[in-house]
């Protein structure tokens, strides 16, 4: 409908994504829901400036007051509106009602792009910083205690009370 053909490719599955950041100026990406999304830590890892929505990894680890790219308002008031329906009517959105922050975002980056190529070499730093494997493994390390301890103390639990019963 707009002309595009000659300028997007949907490029599908490929085993080695590198060529395909390097190329890139930024990385746009408006989930719906993400936990944490690997695109934006590869993105990270390669330098570039990221357009995310307020979801999930991209508010509280990635995006920091704008050091590495833009967050803009997801086009639902609550993740917690989303059911399988709802989820469905959001996904094909034509028009959703943050597509004027998304264009804005765009812009931003298209007329300032000196600066967010700039921002965007933070992130290698960031993610080397926080999510090296000498920083990761204690952390899940001490979620697996955590999750053992809780998962004893239940059996404990569970085993005292039908002694309980027992008696």
């Known amino acids: 409908?707009?002309?595009?053909?000659?300028?997007?490719k949907f490029i599908g599955f490929v085993e080695d994504v590198k060529p395909y950041y390097?190329?890139?100026?930024?990385?746009?990406?408006?989930?719906l829901i993400e936990g944490m999304s690997i695109a934006m830590l590869e993105a990270m890892y390669f330098g570039l400036p990221m357009i995310l929505t307020r979801m999930g990894g991209g508010t509280e680890l990635i995006?920091?007051?704008?050091?590495?790219?833009?967050?803009?308002?997801?086009?639902?008031q609550s993740i917690t509106q989303l059911g399988e329906e709802s989820l469905d009517y959001y996904a094909y959105l034509d028009s959703p009602n943050n597509t004027e922050d998304l264009v804005q975002a765009m812009v931003d980056f298209y007329t300032r792009?000196?600066?967010?190529?700039?921002?965007?070499k933070k992130g290698r730093d960031k993610i080397i910083a926080r999510f090296s494997l000498d920083k990761i493994i204690p952390q899940y390390e001490r979620e697996f205690?955590?999750?053992?301890?809780?998962?004893?103390?239940q059996r404990i639990e569970k085993q005292l009370f039908f002694e309980?019963?027992?008696n």
Do not use: P, V
């Not at 409908?1 to 997007?8: C, F, T």
């Not at 390097?22 to 989930?31: I, K, Y």
């Not at 920091?64 to 639902?76: A, H, K, R, T, W």
């Open 113 to 120: 792009r000196k600066h967010w190529r700039e921002a965007g």
């Open 22 to 31: 390097q190329l890139a100026d930024a990385l746009l990406l408006t989930s």
């Open 145 to 153: 205690l955590k999750l053992a301890i809780h998962g004893k103390n």
């Open 164 to 166: 309980l019963l027992e």
């Open 1 to 8: 409908e707009e002309g595009l053909e000659d300028r997007i």
């Open 63 to 76: 995006i920091e007051q704008g050091d590495l790219g833009i967050l803009i308002n997801n086009c639902y």
